[in-house]
């Protein structure tokens, strides 16, 4: 299940930490799976499990519990919102509510044409940009409003 580019990748980052410990990097060899496959199904993470050496249970443990594992299919965009306490307070739940209706679909959702899915996130250590949201985990966006909503979907359409 995991090409030997994958691999490659994978132990890069076993390489970091001590030879008989490579279950340590269990949570970047998860990210390169799901970069490879989009999400982590069971037999995917059961590969991860094989090639770190480890209980695919201690697999499964990990990629339920992070919120930026998929552990179904999802769209194209991926926007997890962070609805903690700061992100509320500066309006998070405005723009959760915005996102829905533009969208059409709700948390843990996929809209019908592939697109998008939708999140809930819990602290992205940007409280200071409140409220902030991550497209595809990698890029951040900060002090959202229903303006800067519209603009991003837009843009992601484009």
């Given at each position: 299940m995991l090409s030997?580019?994958?691999?490659q990748q994978i132990d890069r980052e076993i390489a970091k930490y001590p030879a008989d410990q490579k279950q340590s990097a269990v949570m970047s060899a998860l990210r390169i799976a799901q970069e490879e496959h989009g999400w982590?199904?069971?037999?995917v993470m059961n590969s991860v499990a094989e090639y770190l050496g480890?209980?695919?249970?201690?697999?499964?443990?990990v990629a339920t519990f992070y919120e930026m594992y998929n552990l179904k299919p999802m769209g194209r965009h991926k926007i997890t919102l962070?609805?903690?306490?700061?992100c509320a307070l500066s309006g998070a739940t405005r723009v959760c509510e915005h996102l829905k209706a533009q969208l059409g679909i709700g948390f843990n959702e996929v809209t019908a044409d592939g697109e998008f899915s939708l999140k809930?996130?819990?602290?992205f250590g940007a409280c200071g940009d409140?409220?902030?949201l991550l497209v595809n985990n990698h890029h951040m966006h900060s002090f959202m409003d229903?303006?800067?909503v519209d603009a991003l979907?837009?843009?992601l359409k484009s």
């Open positions: 030997a580019q994958s691999k982590l199904s069971q037999p480890m209980p695919a249970i201690a697999v499964y443990e962070c609805t903690n306490l700061p809930e996130g819990q602290c409140a409220p902030v229903e303006e800067k979907l837009k843009e």
